[in-house]
């Protein structure tokens, strides 16, 4: 398994206790996932990934419910509802991580760990969420663009052989 596959298990995991027990839990986390996972890097990543989702639970959970349409956020699944979570928050906040890995990790998680159903579920919130956020960077790039400066670069592709 790849690396930061599996740290995006790891936060799934704790971000799931973390759902479920409170906020106490956070003060948690790096003793959970050292205990969890050896490997240093994929330890990094998946408190990166823990510990940015923590910090912007509440604008995640409001971009959530705002393409949620007939779906309340607490009455989703724990598994779909944190699996969301994490990956919008990569969708918003991790720049170095393309748009299309974040939703296709979230996917197979969301396959992996809920229910038949939820791979499709997770796919179409997502793809709106990246959708309300493009047009915004596609005007902010435009706009630089246009006042003679470099764009931003966009970040690079996940590479398989890096894990």
Known sequence: MKKRT?????????????????????????DWVRGEERDDETQKFALRLIEGTF??????????QSVAQNWNISRMAVVDRNVLRLATYELLHCKDIPPKV??????????RYSTSNSGAFINGILDKIMNRTRPEKDAKAAAKAAAGATPEPQGEIDDPSED
């Open 6 to 30: 599996r740290s995006r298990e790891l936060a799934l995991q704790f971000l799931y206790q973390l759902d479920l027990r409170g906020d106490e839990l956070m003060a948690e986390s790096k």
């Open 55 to 64: 910090e912007h639970w509440d604008e995640i959970d409001s971009s959530i």
């Open 102 to 111: 974040a939703i296709n990790e979230a996917i197979e998680l969301g396959k």
